[in-house]
């Protein structure tokens, strides 16, 4: 067989064909597995719900100590949900962050995560802030950070003693005192479900009754509109996630700040079953391209320096032990640190369809 060039610059016919062979080859080794050899490319896919702006800190340190790049796509929780059902095994996401227990269950149960197992995960996170093992010993998702659903207060109207705990909220004292955003709100749910948990569904129910019946005006807003609310007076008592409160308390906005120092701040149930505490987690997504990497990001957020940012950044808590703080904000709020619920978060998740009848029979919008 004669063989000729096809052009000067082109490679005889052989040399393509043996190196199409080599290309091949080569691509074999890669995806062999246990050669240690990396075939991912080096990005991760992020879905994230996160909404802080101090997240950019968390990320670049993830670029700078792996060489991965994040490619992230942000919406809220319900978005990224149902952004993954309609994408299907076609979707980009390797890792999915959202910021409530609800969310995180739910993305469970519709079977948009990929369980795994990590040591360093099991290692750093404690059980009760993850899912339910699966029967294989998988993951489906990790808790991330926490923060604690807290009660402020007007501390010219109310009495401490009459906001401590979650139940007296919806005692005829404080009629026409509570402000809080949507009963619908992630947030809400997972609180309500957490509330089921402890002194079960019919009791919660008519807490929940009484508390519409105490509210001073309807829901509307996000937490940090009930704070200003208690700040201006139209509020007696408002439900917030601690670190809205916080993050006022850090403000560079003199008014902010202001209207943070003005309220009072009661972790409930301290000498009950401990302030409720919801959890921002990550998962694997189901349709994952770049596994590895997946892993590497959430084993990342587990570890040391990412979990001392969740809360000296976001002013959050970490999920992980042994995380030296230093927040002024934090402490300024909880004093010696402040007793949290130690139910199993994904329990609050798997309540939130039953709570979300019970507000539908309530009227809580
Ligand atoms: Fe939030």
Redesign the pocket.
């Known amino acids: 067989m004669t063989i000729q060039p096809d052009s000067p610059t082109k490679l005889p016919r052989y040399s393509r064909q043996r190196m199409r062979l080599n290309q091949l080859a080569m691509c074999l080794i890669l995806a062999a597995p246990g050669l240690g050899v990396q075939a991912e490319e080096q990005v991760v896919n992020l879905y994230s719900a996160r ?2 702006s101090t997240d950019e800190a968390l990320y670049a340190g993830f670029t700078k100590a792996t060489g991965i790049k994040i490619n992230r796509v942000d919406a809220d929780d319900a978005g990224i949900i149902a952004r993954l059902k309609a994408e299907g095994s076609a979707s980009p996401a390797d890792v999915i962050l959202l ?1 409530d227990a609800a969310r995180l269950w739910k993305g469970e149960t519709e079977g948009l995560f990929l369980p795994i197992q990590s040591k360093p995960l099991e290692a750093a996170i404690p059980p009760q802030l993850r899912a339910k093992p699966t029967a294989d010993g998988k993951t489906a998702w990790y808790g991330l950070s926490t ?1 604690a659903r807290i009660v402020v207060y007007d501390t010219a109207k109310v009495r401490k003693e009459d906001v401590d705990t979650y139940e007296k909220l919806a005692e005829p004292a404080n009629k026409g005192r509570v402000c809080i955003r949507s009963g619908s709100h992630p ?1 809400n749910l997972s609180l309500f479900g957490s509330l089921t948990e402890h002194m079960g569904a019919e009791k919660t129910e008519a807490w929940l009754k009484a508390l519409v019946g105490n509210m001073a005006r309807s829901p509307k807003g ?2 940090t509109d009930q704070i200003k609310g208690v700040a201006s007076g139209e509020c007696a008592i408002a439900i917030t ?1 601690s ?2 409160l916080a993050r006022m308390l850090r403000s560079s906005n003199a008014t902010e700040r202001g209207m943070a120092e003005r309220v009072g701040v009661v972790f409930p149930n301290q000498s009950s079953w401990g302030t409720h505490i919801n959890v921002a987690g990550g998962a694997v997504a189901r349709h994952a391209k770049n596994t590895g990497n997946a892993v590497k990001f959430l084993e990342y957020l587990a570890g040391a320096e990412a979990q001392a940012y969740f809360a000296n950044g976001n002013n959050e808590w970490p999920a992980a032990l042994g995380i030296k703080l230093d927040n002024p904000a934090l402490k300024a709020m909880t004093g010696a640190g402040f007793k949290s619920e130690l139910i199993p978060i994904n329990t609050v998740g798997m309540n939130q369809v039953r709570v979300q009848q019970m507000l539908d029979r309530v009227g809580f919008k």
Do not use: A, L, M, T
């Open positions: 909404h802080y910021v923060r947030y996000g937490d996630n670190y809205y």
